[in-house]
């Protein structure tokens, strides 16, 4: 039963430059959610994709978009990357079944994002 | 005030011993709680949910819920080296898909 899986592991950017990251649920999952952790923090929710369309948005600017396809794996996009993006990000999935199992998230190995 | 809040530590504590992890939340509408154990540089790792007041036991860990005080803790019986990390706790509102974590309680074990 594969977990949940993310790419890259690690990234380095400059300021000013966009990037991507990808990551696949837990086989049986229907629903991700994207986190970003910074370096001695708890993870901060950025948003959640269900059917293919955004459930719910943290705080975070409109920097930060997402997108799920069909196959329920997803995608992070930053554009024009200031160096307080650098976090490890962090995408989690889950199965909206309702209270209990449904709020149950499994998180990925992460993707490390460097700003230089 | 923080949505939820941990003291972060770092809590020592001797091999063998139980270890006491705390966590308080301000949402009086949570119900769901959770556990995760992160090791320096992985990602968070669930160890307990827990949804209703009282007890949970899975093990060598407890976790134990106050809705009224607006509590949740962690045991750790027998701790050992291997449990030195960071606990992180995490509430949410039923199926709003938004977790909320304190920013995690650093725990080591000494032999």
């Known amino acids: 039963d594969a977990g949940v899986t993310q790419s890259p592991t690690h990234l380095i950017k400059t300021r000013g430059q966009q990037v991507t990251l990808r990551c696949s649920p837990k086989?049986?999952?229907?629903?991700v959610s994207w986190y970003q952790q910074a370096l001695g923090q708890g993870p901060q929710f950025i948003f959640q994709y269900y059917e293919e369309e955004e459930r719910q948005r943290g705080n975070f600017p409109d920097r930060f978009s997402g997108h799920q396809f069909p196959n329920y794996s997803s995608e992070l996009n930053v554009n024009a990357l200031l160096l307080g993006d650098s976090a490890l990000y962090l995408c989690?999935?889950?199965?909206?079944?309702?209270?209990?199992?449904?709020?149950?998230?499994?998180f990925g190995p992460g993707t490390r994002l460097t700003v230089l | 005030q923080k949505e939820v809040e941990q003291n972060s530590g770092p809590l020592s504590v001797p091999e063998g011993a139980i270890a006491s992890l705390n966590c308080t939340y301000s949402d009086r509408g949570s119900q769901s709680f959770f556990w995760y154990r992160q090791y320096s540089g992985k990602s968070p790792e669930l160890i307990m949910s827990i949804y209703s007041n009282g007890d949970k036991e899975d093990g060598r860990f407890t976790a134990q819920l106050n809705k009224a005080s607006q509590y949740v803790s962690l045991l750790i019986r027998d701790s050992q080296p291997s449990d030195s990390a960071t606990y992180l706790c995490a509430v949410t509102r039923s199926n709003t898909g938004k977790l909320i974590f304190g920013q995690g309680t650093t725990l080591q074990v000494k032999p």
């Open positions: 086989s049986g999952h229907d629903t």
């Open positions: 989690a999935s889950s199965l909206v079944a309702g209270i209990g199992a449904g709020d149950t998230q499994y």
